[in-house]
């Protein structure tokens, strides 16, 4: 069986398999892909960006067949799914309209006279290693940019998404990019040999700390540079508010963001004290109103998570968790791939759930006394990704924002994410910058040219 397959999580039906890339043709394809960067480098921007504007156009035109390739790979809901393949639309155009700025020179300012400015030139083709978990979104923040600039992309996606993974390389092919965009159906082990490869200049990886890890060892083996987008469990912090209600429901609707499977959605919610009994209350009553069933039914809220896989993961912890003594407030129970909502409270550093991320509809709910100690907790991490503040003091939101180790701080708003937005972490959660300019800015040689008076 090849390891590429389209497996409903909802029904766990196998509905698609496609065949592994035969190690010539990976050849092939990197080749072509090299040969496609001595060209496409050299394409005026307007012409650059007229073609990726048009990848933008056909994400829209094919809005409804994207969607629902989705709903089927990894057991998105509908609406969900919509959303995904707009974002990737907007996402895309956002480089397509800012190609001047991303592209242009840079001058500097220098002691003595004449001329200096950097300059910034591609570097050749490139491999993205991206998650299942948003197919079009990852994609998207990943390859415009760094094609808006002149690099070349190979793309190996997951293995449970190579329909929408061949739908996208479809999309790429009409703009007029073949080759300047290629999708491969890689096994690891090939794509060690892409990262090996002479011709190939550099590595995203957006994933699992463990798949982030390897890829970066072997990236620094061959001197590449590589990009890292890895896991999260942000903090959702609320210290004042004049509209509880509200704020709980922000807190359920960006934990139930993606059937809970959002490496930057909250997973801890850390609650002062004369907050915590009502905000529990409010969340609790709002994750059991989440409708789950099938994924393509307009009234679905949560669906399946990507696998049954998954889930036995998701309910392993939490069961672990109960075990060293959390309190489960609801939920818990699996269902093949269907999880229900859950909460924790009770949980103490001493437990193995304390450290980890909750990958799906859970959350664990802290008790503190003060900003200091929500700030101490929101730290107590290994990741750094997002964080979310809900404060109604200017001066708090500023100086909490300003102490949390996290690359992205949201306040008194959830899934705020933007084409302009850069998106990225600190500590275990990354390396790197996506969307905003500041992507351009990963696979670029930044070209200092001084010229004399």
């Not at 996290?406 to 600190?426: K, Q, R, W």
């Amino acid at each position: 069986m090849s390891d590429y397959a389209v497996v409903n999580p909802a029904t766990g039906e196998t509905l698609a398999t496609y065949p592994v890339v035969s190690d010539a043709a990976l050849d092939e394809a990197i080749a072509n892909a090299d040969a496609a960067y001595r060209t496409w480098r050299d394409v005026p921007v307007a012409e650059r960006a007229a073609k990726i504007r048009r990848v933008a156009e056909l994400h829209r035109e094919r809005r409804d067949e994207l969607a629902a390739i989705i709903v089927r790979e990894m057991g998105k809901p509908l609406a969900a799914a919509e959303g995904e393949v707009d974002f990737a639309a907007d996402i895309t155009e956002f480089y397509a309209d800012n190609i001047d700025k991303i592209t242009g020179d840079q001058p500097l300012e220098i002691l003595g006279e004449g001329t200096a400015v950097i300059r910034r030139s591609p570097i050749g083709v490139l491999l993205g290693i991206m998650p299942w978990n948003f197919p079009y979104y990852q994609v998207a923040r990943f390859a415009a940019p760094n094609i808006a600039v002149g690099n070349t992309i190979l793309l190996k996606h997951a293995p449970q998404c190579p329909e929408s993974a061949a739908a996208i390389e479809d999309i790429y092919r009409e703009a007029g990019l073949e080759g300047v965009y290629t999708n491969i159906f890689a096994t690891n082990e090939q794509a060690a040999t892409v990262i090996a490869d002479r011709r190939v200049q550099g590595v995203s990886v957006t994933g699992s700390e463990r798949a982030g890890s390897a890829v970066a060892a072997l990236a620094g083996q061959h001197l590449k540079k590589v990009a890292l987008e890895l896991g999260g469990s942000d903090p959702f912090i609320v210290l004042s508010t004049d509209d509880l209600d509200a704020t709980a429901a922000a807190a359920v609707e960006a934990r139930m963001d993606n059937n809970g499977q959002s490496c930057n959605a909250p997973k801890r919610f850390i609650v002062a004290d004369d907050l915590y009994d009502a905000f529990v209350e409010k969340f609790v009553e709002g994750m059991k109103a989440q409708k789950m069933g099938d994924p393509f039914a307009e009234d679905t809220l949560l669906g399946p998570l990507s696998s049954t896989a998954a889930a036995e993961r998701l309910e392993a912890q939490i069961r672990t968790a109960v075990e060293q003594g959390a309190t489960l407030v609801t939920g818990g129970t699996r269902d093949g791939a269907f999880y229900e909502p859950t909460v924790l409270t009770g949980v103490t550093p001493d437990m193995d759930v304390y450290r980890e991320e909750l990958f799906g509809p859970a959350g664990v709910v802290y008790r503190v006394r003060d900003e200091d100690e929500a700030v101490r907790i929101a730290n107590d991490t290994s990741y750094g990704l997002g964080s979310y503040v809900y404060t109604t003091d200017p001066a708090q939101a500023e100086r909490v924002a300003d102490r949390i180790e996290a690359g992205m701080v949201y306040v008194n708003c959830v899934l705020a994410d933007s084409p302009e937005l850069p998106f990225g972490g600190v500590k275990r959660s990354g390396t790197s910058r996506e969307m905003g300019l500041l992507a351009a800015d990963e696979f670029v040689n930044k070209k200092l040219i001084r010229v004399a008076g």
